[in-house]
């Protein structure tokens, strides 16, 4: 058999990534980062735990009003965490 020696490391490193779930578990971890960064400082006070696991992200609410201003903007912020990550991490989001 023969190497293919004209990919790159970081080419080579990235498929590997792709196939063994490795990538979509850092772009689930980058999500659960971006959500203070996205929300703000008064979205972070009611927010008790952040967490995406296979697509979905679970967070933690302490304030039943800012539950439910969020679930009126799940789209929205949906489509912000993905635009800010490049692609599609999480495809629903959980109140709790």
């Known amino acids: ?3 293919d020696t004209s990919k790159k ?3 080579i490193m ?3 990534m792709r196939e063994d ?4 578990m850092l772009l ?5 980062g971006l959500w203070r960064q996205i929300m703000g400082p008064t979205v972070m006070n ?7 696991n296979k697509g979905v992200m679970y967070v933690g609410l302490t ?4 539950r439910n201003e969020l679930y009126h903007m799940k789209g929205m912020i949906m ?3 993905n635009k800010a990550v490049g692609e599609e991490a999480v495809r629903d989001i959980r109140f709790m």
Not at 28 to 32: D, N, P, S, T
């Open 1 to 3: 058999m023969k190497l």
């Open 9 to 11: 490391l970081s080419d």
């Open 14 to 16: 990235t498929e590997m």
């Open 21 to 24: 779930g490795t990538a979509k």
């Open 28 to 32: 689930e971890r980058e999500a659960e």
């Open 46 to 52: 009611a927010t008790s735990s952040v967490r995406v």
């Open 63 to 66: 304030s039943s009003v800012v």
């Open 79 to 81: 489509s912000a965490i």
